[in-house]
């Protein structure tokens, strides 16, 4: 199958990710492990309604598959399916107290970070090969992040902890192959749903009745966790965790821009620098992907 598609589905979930303020930031007056709460819930039974009513089919052949496995490989699915929920929700409930709380800008530095720790991990857990311009493309990566971390050491924190468990969560779900993707998803949702849902009476706050709540989460649940999550494990079949690792940039590039042009904070010469070598920095990356194919494709002409 073509590899297109594959970095196609990676550039559509980052690219649709980079709009999450949109939704998040009109629910800033909610606490952020309410927004979590609701986040899960809502969409454990929107993903496992599609499962019963569409995708029957799917869940007895994998289960048949489960069955005929080695014990060594039931082990091996089961956790990487529920460490890959792990790292998941703690990746959700950062994210989301970063953006309601300290800054749409530590959200963007985060996902600036987290390819290079992705590549990193994917080097040493799965042994993933890069060329060598694609090591200069990481240190390119690497430049960029350190000079957007002056003054801002607050936000590396955060940003830390959020690019770890994204860049854990996608070398995890690099290695865990054997099950249908979006049924993978929804286990994984399923069990964090499980595990918070003994905290929900005693830390959540008092149900939402506000319209716009139950709008925004609509859009937080459909655009911002389904969709993307499902393309990015999608595009994990076809392309190394490397690969969508770099092409997580596009998110941070898009939140950037949403911060500066529709929230307006403040933006020096020296981080507009440091985005203008990420953008370089994610085409040296591709370049052989991108250019051997519209080279393929001239050659055709």
């Not at 998040?24 to 809502?42: E, T």
């Not at 929920?85 to 953006?99: G, P």
């Not at 709380?101 to 857990?125: G, M, Q």
């Amino acid at each position: 199958m073509p590899v297109n598609k594959y970095y196609s589905a990676a550039f559509i979930a980052f690219f649709l990710w980079g709009f999450f303020s949109f939704a998040l930031k009109p629910l800033h007056n909610y606490a952020s492990l309410d927004i979590l709460f609701y986040r899960v819930f809502f969409s454990v039974l929107t993903m496992v309604t599609i499962n019963l009513a569409f995708r029957r089919n799917v869940l007895r052949k994998d289960w048949r598959q489960f069955k005929s496995s080695t014990l060594r490989q039931k082990r091996s699915v089961i956790s990487l399916t529920l460490g890959g929920a792990v790292f998941l929700i703690l990746n959700w409930f950062v994210f989301i107290y970063v953006v309601n709380h300290v800054s749409v800008k530590a959200a963007s530095l985060a996902y600036l970070i987290c390819p290079i720790l992705t590549t990193v991990f994917a080097f040493f857990i799965l042994q993933e090969k890069l060329s060598k311009i694609q090591w200069i493309a990481v240190m390119i990566s690497l430049f960029s992040c350190v000079l957007l971390s002056f003054n801002h050491f607050t936000d590396i924190f955060y940003s830390l902890i959020v690019a770890t468990t994204y860049a854990l969560y996608l070398v995890s779900q690099r290695k865990n192959s054997q099950m249908d993707k979006f049924l993978a998803l929804t286990i994984q949702l399923l069990f964090t749903a499980v595990v918070i849902l003994p905290f929900y009476p005693s830390y959540s706050g008092a149900l939402p009745t506000e319209p716009l709540f139950y709008a925004c989460m609509f859009f937080v649940v459909v655009f911002f966790t389904i969709i993307p999550l499902f393309l990015n494990l999608y595009a994990l079949k076809g392309i190394n965790s490397s690969a969508v690792g770099i092409m997580l940039y596009i998110n941070p590039i898009i939140t950037f821009l949403v911060a500066i042009f529709y929230y307006n904070e403040q933006v020096s010469t020296l981080q507009l620098f440091s985005y203008f070598l990420i953008l370089i920095s994610i085409v040296v990356f591709n370049a052989k992907a991108l250019f051997s194919r519209r080279i393929l494709l001239l050659n055709k002409k």
